[in-house]
């Protein structure tokens, strides 16, 4: 019956929207035509757009602010080319006007500008020599491997073999940024796992932190937190660290 009545109300709600929608379009239309109209308008080519008329911008908090502090870490680091391991093609492709980028992907992407390379590569074997790369990012991705959500094998363990390849291809006074769900420990199947500020730090044994910041959970906590404390990132459900770690 709940079920029931959820539907009827969608249903109405959508009726008054395309109503109110209706409403709208004909009075643009009118407006349009008494100053002498620019573009066909036909109802039935609409593409209703519903509650994008908000006070503020909405964003997601973790994919604008960890491309943003990984892009003024590489730029203070000034590498003659970095390499990134999986992480959001925006960053990538941005940071390529900037810095030659070599991109690998499990599920390679089609993409093609001046300044990156997008390359098919596997965070389990990654084609790269022991202590080869003096800059590397792999941001928002090991919290995934093993899941099977990608394609990859199931695997429990895939995030900390992932990490162990990460760490052997860095060389020694070389850079890692990596960005993983932080917080509470656990799993959320089969999307990601987060784990907690020391867990991080644990699997990184043989590098030193040398910055972490911190995407809180909620927006009055801040946006992104530089130099965040343990304490801080310990008390979020599922916050966005950011960890730059250099290899000894």
């Not at 908000?54 to 003659?80: G, L, Q, S």
């Not at 900037?98 to 965070?123: H, N, Q």
């Not at 911190?214 to 404390?229: C, S, W």
Request: aromatic share 12%; glycine share 6%; proline share 6%.
């Amino acid at each position: 019956m709940i079920r029931v009545l959820r539907s009827l109300k969608h249903r109405l709600d959508m009726r008054r929207r395309e109503s109110r929608l209706r409403l709208q379009f004909d009075e643009f239309t009118a407006k349009a035509r008494s100053k002498g109209q620019r573009f066909e308008m036909e109802w039935e080519a609409r593409m209703p757009c519903y509650g994008d008329d908000t006070p503020n911008t909405d964003f997601d908090r973790h994919y604008v602010y960890h491309p943003a502090w990984a892009a003024r870490i590489v730029r203070e680091i000034a590498p003659d080319k970095h390499v990134d391991i999986s992480s959001t093609l925006y960053f990538c492709s941005m940071l390529s006007a900037f810095i030659p980028v070599d991109f690998y992907d499990y599920r390679p992407a089609k993409l093609e500008l001046t300044g990156l390379r997008s390359k098919p590569g596997d965070l389990m074997a990654l084609p790269f020599a022991d202590n080869s790369l003096p800059s590397l990012s792999c941001m928002h991705t090991v919290e995934h491997i093993g899941l099977g959500r990608y394609g990859d094998p199931l695997d429990p363990d895939g995030d900390l073999k992932a990490i162990a390849e990460l760490k052997r291809v860095v060389k020694p006074g070389g850079s890692l940024l990596f960005v993983t769900p932080t917080g509470r420990p656990r799993i959320v199947y089969n999307a990601h796992r987060s784990y907690s500020y020391d867990q991080v730090l644990e699997a990184f044994i043989g590098f030193d932190l040398r910055e972490f910041a911190l995407v809180p959970d909620k927006d009055e906590d801040g946006g992104l937190i530089r130099n965040a404390t343990p304490a801080m990132a310990n008390v979020q459900s599922y916050g966005c660290g950011c960890y730059w770690f250099v290899k000894r």
